[in-house]
């Protein structure tokens, strides 16, 4: 089984993320746009009982999503760096920000979502799937 761990900037939290991901997405919603500082963030949803924190104690903040649901972030309270969320959206999956796994060979993204609120000069691949809005949950199958 694949294993994979993600960390925050200065290593205080790690997660072990077991299996392969669920979806790997793109979101350009203006809140991401907030939490990450860049214009998209992506996110890597795994099943919730698939992820573990291995190490340290996140903190963590809960608002409304672009989609109207709640929405709970974990963060590092030392270092600031937002490493995973609990999407009431999708209560089967969490989702973990590509970048803490500090792969350059980490898989694309499959979809992109809320395109509405992307930039105009960001190009996206023709492979991905793209969508104005959020897309309708998957089943789940976990």
Same mark, same amino acid.
Request: aromatic content about 8%; hydrophobic content about 35%; proline content about 8%.
């Given at each position: 089984? $694949?294993?994979?761990?993600?960390?925050?900037?200065?290593?205080?939290?790690?997660?072990?993320?077991?299996?392969?991901?669920?979806?790997?997405?793109?979101?350009? %919603?203006?809140? %991401?746009?907030?939490? $990450?500082?860049?214009?998209?963030?992506?996110? *890597?949803?795994?099943?919730?009982?698939? *992820?573990? @924190?291995?190490? /340290?104690?996140?903190?963590?903040?809960?608002?409304?999503?672009?989609? /109207?649901?709640? @929405?709970?972030?974990?963060? %590092? &309270?030392? %270092?600031?760096?937002? !490493?995973?969320?609990?999407?009431?959206? !999708?209560?089967?999956?969490?989702? *973990?920000?590509?970048?803490?796994?500090?792969?350059?060979?980490?898989?694309?993204?499959?979809?992109? @979502?809320?395109?509405?609120?992307?930039? &105009?000069? !960001?190009? !996206?691949?023709?492979?991905?799937?793209?969508?104005? @809005?959020?897309?309708?949950?998957?089943?789940? $199958?976990?």
């Amino acid at each position: 089984m $694949t294993l994979r761990t993600a960390r925050c900037h200065c290593g205080q939290i790690e997660l072990a993320c077991e299996g392969e991901p669920r979806k790997i997405s793109m979101c350009h %919603c203006l809140d %991401c746009q907030r939490r $990450t500082g860049s214009a998209f963030s992506i996110a *890597v949803f795994y099943a919730r009982a698939m *992820v573990h @924190v291995e190490r /340290g104690n996140p903190a963590s903040f809960e608002r409304q999503s672009a989609s /109207g649901k709640p @929405v709970k972030f974990h963060f %590092c &309270g030392r %270092c600031g760096s937002n !490493l995973y969320w609990e999407p009431e959206r !999708l209560p089967d999956l969490l989702g *973990v920000a590509a970048g803490a796994f500090a792969d350059p060979n980490f898989p694309a993204p499959q979809q992109s @979502v809320w395109t509405r609120d992307k930039h &105009g000069w !960001l190009n !996206l691949p023709g492979s991905i799937a793209q969508h104005e @809005v959020n897309p309708p949950p998957r089943a789940s $199958t976990t």
